[in-house]
Structure formats: structure tokens, C-alpha cells
């Protein structure tokens, strides 16, 4: 039938037409080489990551969809940016194409979403997941949950101490590990001791943040991408 159909009305000079298979495409798991095939990323394109401590890295996209780095190759964004990162990401946010969108924006086209675009004004929601999605015993800092959801720490902060949606504050720490001034609870007349809480459920060692239980931003990202 879809033969027929093409051979009746051809796609224009010079395109392609490309089939997708609706139940491949709707059952979540979308692999770069689905992007190749779909022509939303050609053989030979170079990504590029986020940058960090990491320096920064390419990859490049081959014609099977694999990624290359340094000679290696790797099924999906995520294990070529631990790769580069030398700890887990999530690599649908932590790889760029040429145009400077990432590639979960890419995805986002294949899904035949659209991918988010910057608004005059700041769109919290995604900052409302990370926090409720943030885990009993783990805490993290202004300046991650700020790069994780693509804004400065000082809005967040704001944002955050006047607002009635967001649920989990008081594990969002300044820097160096202390409670923020303004910081107050969703009830007003919740008067517990934030680094009281924290210490009952097992984010404090010797009285302190544990290290171990930080969250990065890399790490903020896969909690909502899961």
C-alpha cells in the first residue's frame, strides 16, 4: 500500500522519502540511528559537549547511528559522554549538533514534539520536577539546580523563596553547604530547623552535607529524563 502510495505522489525532487514505523516510534526507546534514518542527523556530523572541568569533547555520528570518540564507538549519547565526562550523564542533554540545539532537541523532532524555546520570561517548570523528584538523604546546590534547568543561581533563588509550588527546598544548599538566609518553608507556620530535617534523613555526615549525597546538575537532569 505505501508503495503504491509513493509511486502516485512522489516526494518532490531531491527529497527522500523515509517511513517510519509508528510502533517502533512510539515505544520510547529512540536510539541515534533512528535520527540518522529519519535524516534529522547525517553521517559525519560532529556533536560537541556541554563544557566542564571535562574540557570539551566530539563525537562523531556514523553511518549505523553509532557514536565516535577517540577511536571508540558507543550505542547511545549517554555512554560516549561518560566517556568524555569520566561519570554519568545524561547524553541527550549533554551533546550539541553543529546549530547549537542538543540533541534531545533533536529527539524532540523525531517525536514530533517541539523543543522548548527561550521565553522572555522563565518558564519554573522544570525546576518544580527536578525538585520533586529530588530524593530523600540527597541534597544539592543553587548553582547545579540553576545550570540544570538553564538559569543563574541568584532568579532561582528568588523563585525559591516565595514559592508555593516547590516542594523539597530545604535540600537545595548554598555552596559551601549551609542553609540560604531566606530560606522558609511552604507553611508558615512550619518552624522545623531545615538542616534538622536533612540530618534525619541521612544527608548529613559529622553534622555536614555529605559529599557523597550531592547531586550535580548532570545528575538533577537524569532524575526527570528516567
Excluded at 11 to 27: F, M, T, Y
Excluded at 62 to 85: H, I, N
Amino acid at each position: 500500500m505505501i508503495g503504491v502510495l509513493l509511486a502516485t505522489w512522489p516526494v518532490p525532487e531531491r527529497h527522500k522519502g523515509i517511513v517510519v514505523d509508528p510502533e517502533e516510534k512510539s515505544a520510547g526507546w529512540i536510539q541515534v540511528k533512528h535520527l540518522v534514518d529519519a535524516g534529522l542527523l547525517t553521517s559525519g556530523t560532529t556533536l560537541t559537549s556541554r563544557t566542564g572541568a571535562w574540557g570539551t569533547g566530539t563525537a562523531v555520528v556514523r553511518p549505523d547511528g553509532l557514536l565516535e570518540v577517540d577511536g571508540k564507538t558507543f550505542e547511545s549519547p549517554s555512554g560516549a559522554g561518560r566517556y568524555v565526562k569520566g561519570s554519568v550523564t545524561n547524553g541527550w542533554w549533554f551533546w550539541r549538533v553543529p546549530d547549537g540545539r542538543k540533541l534531545r532537541d533533536v529527539r524532540a523532532a523525531y517525536k514530533g514534539q517541539e523543543p522548548k524555546k527561550a521565553a522572555p520570561t522563565i518558564d519554573w517548570s522544570a525546576l518544580h520536577t527536578m525538585l520533586e523528584a529530588l530524593p530523600p538523604g540527597h541534597w544539592t546546590t543553587y548553582g547545579s539546580l540553576a545550570d540544570a534547568v538553564g538559569t543563574a543561581a541568584e532568579p532561582l533563588g528568588a523563585h525559591l523563596a516565595t514559592c508555593q509550588q516547590c516542594t523539597n527546598a530545604h535540600r537545595v544548599l548554598k555552596g559551601h553547604g549551609t542553609v540560604a538566609a531566606n530560606f522558609r518553608w511552604r507553611d508558615p507556620s512550619d518552624d522545623r530547623d531545615p538542616i534538622e530535617t536533612l540530618r534525619a534523613e541521612g544527608a548529613l555526615v559529622n553534622g555536614k552535607p555529605d559529599p557523597a549525597r550531592e547531586l550535580s546538575s548532570d545528575d538533577l537532569q537524569v532524575l526527570i529524563e528516567q
